[in-house]
């Protein structure tokens, strides 16, 4: 990816451009010190003067007004905030009308920002005051008041909070009165930019220091650069928090947002005082000290999926390389390429007013349609669809260009949704919640409504990243999510009735991604790169988890690495440096997860004795027990070692009903609570009272016993043998109560249980008869 640069050889202004702003994608206003405001159209290359301002007016920072979220007519912006040398700012119209001027502060107004909601304004001056306007500009509050100027500032994405510059402290202070107030220090020399992002919520600055460094919104470093030559005077987050950019004297630079640089241009530009990402996040300008205002297009960037690199060559040209024979595909689009997505078999790329579809089968013929907003900040894509999320809303397509489905929820802010934030399956859209980020919202893929009985699935912690599963069942569909802690959890989609588990997998995880073939996941744990061959074990056997992991070593990977891509047994990793780690994974489990989802378990016991490996045998184990195939479990569980779980495979095929073997494995699986459920319901009392009593759970056998009025005496007859053999007295007081008068006798008892075994066998035996002569009828 680099920067192209365009640049004028006669300057329009005569003195140095202090700020610039765009209205829309190919339009922009810049400001200069000849009290000029000139508009420039990109699409005609013209330029012209909108307003001269009074002498006394030297502008020194620009924003538009916000375009209303979802509102369709007003596409564009309509008026902007001017800040000035003589402590005013100034709300002035696209035409040039200035509206209304406020005096402000004491000195000149460095930095005005709206927020994302254009309800507020926030402005900062030589005098250090902080101060918070209404859209109309009445004063609402000062919010601080520094002894020295405060350079810049910028809002929260919440709009919550503002961040403003102290010298070289950074400064992140809550509009509500006593709330805490973040402060750090973070540069060696005065701090004269900086930028917050709304949708990756990481913070930019830059310094007299001549560094540029990238925070989380804590106040963690996550990046320091080198010292440059020059300060830098300027730095912008893109609209998607994907990339970034910074300015410098006679410097540009494009980096990536974990911090490294993808490309560094040296136009003759002066210093670059402000810069300005346009709304689609293509093109970047910047105001520079010697009159000019540059403009910069951002290409060359590349998408790969299997034998497949997809080049962005020019604003509207695509070069497509199959690398497997060298054969090159030029495609050329009628308006500029915004984004672009490549995976599952299909290139996905959206221009400004249509989205083009096309098959890694054929180049020649795209499928095309048009776009309702134009600005298509995300695209995902799985196996059957494909999703499109812009400033009006999400819209799921089919391959086919037909348009399936738009979940919407309260609340919805599409503008900040990125891939972390939104996964894709071929039957479920997961999306976590802004407002509420403990919350993820699940949504049916072919109506766009709530998935199941609309309950929505919730964390004790915030949420930082989520991934669906992409193969298999709808029933069996797992979502896998990281939070704040960096704790991996997983946990299964389907929400009716009964509460589903969310249950631990893993703990500091940085970053995930599930395979495109198969239910594998890999994540990097601390040092460690994993791989979750069969993520679904923990609900079967946790015992066995460890045995089908993959772990090596990540510390090659350096600090801060990023999971790119996982296609097939092909993991992609981006290093903290910018640059990709190819790893391959064994292609074993993803053949044996092909066998099991076939039930051809006699295929995939062999796979295990040629591969001999643990990992797989575990792997298989679990899976038998998901699907209850307890002969191929019985031969993965001898092969691992566990003799203990074989030989209780081997009673549980003694046991004389359908119904008991049932319950047995819910409880091999850690499910007493259905393996009891299911055992009253079919009516077997006493295996019931059994089970619990084996697991010493005394009081629901004693409670089960004194419901169904049966086998009192053979609970109270298993306690007292109990206690006899760890020499204790009775102290419950409810066995105290039941064992009054009443005489323990272990003959009886035990002709009482071989009764309820063979009236078991009976029913069984002739239920099968039954079903038999139905057969033969």
């Not at 925070?215 to 730095?235: K, M, N």
């Not at 071929?426 to 609309?454: M, R, V």
């Not at 006699?602 to 209850?628: G, H, I, P, T, Y």
């Not at 459920?677 to 409670?703: F, H, K, S, V």
């Amino acid at each position: 990816m680099r920067l192209k640069i365009s640049l004028l050889k006669e300057p329009k202004h005569q003195e140095l451009v202090s700020c610039v702003g765009w209205t829309t994608a190919e339009e922009l206003y810049s400001c200069s010190d000849d009290h000029q405001i000139v508009k420039w159209n990109l699409l005609t290359s013209e330029t012209s003067l909108i307003v001269k301002l009074p002498d006394d007016i030297y502008p020194i920072d620009l924003h538009w007004f916000p375009k209303s979220l979802g509102v369709k007519k007003q596409t564009q912006a309509e008026s902007f905030v001017l800040t000035s040398s003589d402590g005013k700012f100034h709300l002035i119209s696209k035409l040039g009308r200035v509206e209304k001027s406020v005096e402000a502060h004491c000195g000149a107004v460095l930095a005005g920002r709206w927020n994302y909601e254009g309800t507020a304004l926030v402005t900062v001056g030589e005098d250090g005051q902080v101060k918070i306007w209404s859209k109309t500009g009445m004063l609402r509050s000062t919010l601080a008041q520094q002894g020295i100027p405060v350079y810049s500032v910028a809002w929260g994405p919440d709009s919550e909070k503002v961040l403003y510059t102290a010298g070289k402290q950074l400064i992140i202070k809550p509009l509500q009165p006593n709330a805490k107030v973040l402060q750090w220090k973070a540069h060696d020399g005065i701090i004269l930019k900086v930028d917050w992002n709304s949708v990756n919520d990481l913070i930019l600055s830059a310094g007299e220091d001549c560094k540029y460094k990238v925070w989380d919104s804590y106040g963690r470093g996550l990046y320091s650069s080198q010292p440059h030559e020059h300060p830098i005077t300027s730095v912008a987050w893109a609209p998607d928090g994907e990339l970034f950019a910074v300015g410098s004297f006679h410097t540009l630079r494009l980096c990536d947002k974990t911090g490294w640089s993808y490309a560094l241009e040296k136009p003759n530009t002066g210093s670059i005082f402000n810069i300005a990402w346009s709304i689609d996040g293509t093109q970047i300008s910047g105001a520079c000290g010697n009159g000019h205002v540059v403009f910069a297009h951002v290409v060359e960037q590349r998408w790969e999926w299997k034998n497949f690199q997809v080049t962005l060559t020019k604003r509207r040209t695509m070069q497509v390389r199959n690398v497997l024979n060298d054969a090159v595909d030029l495609l050329e689009f009628r308006d500029r390429v915004i984004k672009a997505s490549l995976n599952h078999g299909h290139l996905v790329v959206s221009t400004s007013l249509q989205c083009y579809v096309f098959s890694t089968k054929n180049w020649n013929t795209p499928l095309i349609f048009d776009l309702k907003e134009g600005t298509v900040s995300l695209i995902l894509q799985a196996e059957r669809h494909f999703l499109l999320v812009d400033g009006g809303g999400i819209y799921l397509h089919s391959y086919e260009g037909r348009f399936i489905s738009s979940p919407k929820f309260p609340g919805m802010r599409t503008d900040i949704l990125n891939a972390q934030t939104v996964s894709l399956s071929n039957d479920t859209i997961a999306i976590k919640d802004k407002a509420d980020e403990k919350i993820i919202f699940l949504f049916e893929a072919s109506t766009g409504k709530p998935l199941g009985d609309g309950k929505l699935l919730s964390h004790k912690n915030e949420i930082s990243e989520i991934a669906l599963d992409q193969k298999g069942l709808t029933n069996d569909r797992k979502i896998a999510f990281i939070d704040k802690n960096r704790d991996l959890y997983i946990t299964s989609v389907k929400r009716f009735g009964k509460e589903e588990q969310i249950i631990k997998l893993g703990t500091m995880v940085h970053t995930l991604a599930w395979c495109d073939t198969c239910n594998i996941l890999c994540g990097i744990q601390d040092t460690r790169f994993t791989v979750w061959y069969y993520p679904n074990t923990i609900y079967v056997d946790r015992d066995i988890l460890p045995k089908t992991l993959y772990e090596r070593d990540a510390s090659e990977y350096s600090k801060n690495p990023h999971i790119v891509s996982f296609v097939g047994n092909q993991v992609t990793i981006r290093r903290a440096d910018g640059s990709l780690v190819h790893i391959s994974i064994s292609p074993y489990p993803a053949i044996l997860h092909e066998y099991v989802s076939s039930s051809k378990w006699e295929d995939a016991v062999r796979l295990c004795r040629f591969v001999k490996e643990q990992s797989l045998w575990a792997c298989l184990a679990a899976m038998a027990v998901a699907n209850r195939d307890m002969v191929t479990a019985e031969i993965a569980y001898a092969a691992t070692g566990e003799i203990d779980k074989v030989r209780y495979i081997n009673a549980i095929k003694d046991l004389p009903s359908k119904e008991s073997k049932m319950a047995h494995i819910l409880m091999f699986s850690g499910n007493i609570q259905e393996a009891e459920t299911l055992l009253l319901q079919a009516g077997l009392i006493y295996q019931a009272i059994q089970i619990n009593i084996n697991l010493y759970n005394w009081e629901r056998a004693l409670e089960l016993a004194v419901k169904y009025k049966t086998h009192v005496d053979t609970v109270l007859a298993y306690r007292q043998k109990f206690l006899e053999t760890f020499g204790k007295q009775e102290t419950n007081k409810r066995y105290l109560q039941y064992a009054e008068g009443l005489q323990i006798d272990w003959e009886k008892i035990k002709a009482k249980i071989e009764m309820e075994i063979t009236k078991e066998r009976d029913r069984s035996t002739s239920s099968q008869s039954v079903k038999n002569m139905g057969l033969k009828h």
